[in-house]
């Protein structure tokens, strides 16, 4: 287990990183007191957000605005 103070965990935050993925612990101290502790994550896995995710899950309700629509409702010119 590392123990550093707040002002070094900012310095060495990636480093700090590394070491707990690695399967350390690190625990960030203000004044000499525990305040925080690094641990890996475990459990469920982390997912990224991704683009196209839910393609095939919604339906196309078929009554979408379309693009002149859209102009009109703005008051701007359509493309």
């Known amino acids: ?43 469920a896995p982390v997912h990224a957000e991704r683009f196209g995710a839910l393609r095939g899950e919604i339906d196309d309700p078929g009554d979408w605005v379309g693009d002149d629509d859209m102009a009109d409702l703005f008051g701007i010119p359509a493309a």
């Open 1 to 43: 287990m590392t123990e550093v103070g707040v002002h070094e965990a900012k310095t060495r935050l990636s480093e700090l990183l590394r070491e707990v993925e690695a399967g350390g612990e690190v625990v960030v101290t203000r004044g000499g007191r525990a305040v925080a502790r690094l641990v890996p994550v475990t459990g």
